[in-house]
């Protein structure tokens, strides 16, 4: 009989060093907001989104695109950028055919890393997307990382949930000898009838609410309403 694929959890950026990703499927996962923004996008049609680590390279291949350029560094819009990191931003209306240039907090950056490190392939992750995810990692028959992009590389309960809700439905699929999925598996067992009320106890409720993002905040821990798979191919995110 074959062995099943190995899945590991990264709980923050800071830990990345210490897991061997070459060959894993890697998945993204920055719940408040930026996964949840990149499925909602292309969900509604963007041609294609650019993730990039920083606001200059975002302004500079916004005027060679034509794209729009987005992103947030605490919650905020960037000041040069054209818009934010809010899902509500990006309805079809709008997004449509167009490309996004995004830069966020923490899931770009996390997205660069784990490049950088040798994943063989990346994907975006958020509840919004949550099945679309699931299939396709159960299809693959591949190892995975699930990286929690966290809080300036600090833990957050957010991207855990989502973790353990993603190893809550792949687990039977997978050998899972580690810690940080069994806490994430855990947690979301315990939570998974009262997430919308247990987020609110969240620092990074308690930060993004008080711009007024609840709504934000509560679409993006809500299950597939965004079902499509962000894919990570020559620089760009594309819908798989």
Request: proline share 3%; net charge neutral.
């Amino acid at each position: 009989m074959k062995e099943k694929p190995v899945l590991n959890t990264v709980l923050s950026p800071k830990l990345l060093d210490l897991y061997n990703i070459k060959d894993s499927i890697f998945v993204v996962i920055d719940v408040f907001r930026a996964t949840s923004t990149m499925a909602t996008a292309l969900y509604n049609g963007a041609k294609k989104i650019i993730p990039v680590d920083n606001v200059s390279k975002c302004i500079e291949i916004g005027a060679k695109t034509g794209g729009i350029t987005a992103g947030e560094r605490d919650g905020k819009v960037i000041e040069g950028l054209q818009y934010g990191n809010s899902p509500a931003e990006y309805p079809r209306s709008f997004i449509e055919g167009k490309v996004l240039v995004l830069t966020t907090t923490n899931g770009t950056k996390l997205l660069h890393m784990a490049l950088d490190k040798g994943a063989s392939e990346v994907i975006t992750g958020s509840f919004p997307n949550i099945t679309a995810v699931c299939d396709y990692l159960i299809a693959q028959k591949r190892n995975v990382i699930l990286g929690c992009s966290g809080w300036k590389d600090k833990f957050n309960l957010e991207d855990t949930l989502f973790a353990g809700a993603v190893i809550e439905r792949v687990k039977e699929h997978f050998t899972i000898h580690c810690d940080a999925s069994l806490m994430a598996s855990e947690m979301y067992q315990k939570h998974e009838g009262d997430i919308k009320e247990y987020i609110k106890e969240t620092t990074h409720w308690h930060r993004l609410s008080a711009f007024g993002l609840e709504k934000d905040l509560e679409y993006c821990v809500t299950n597939d309403v965004a079902p499509v798979l962000p894919f990570y191919k020559n620089s760009e995110l594309i819908a798989k």
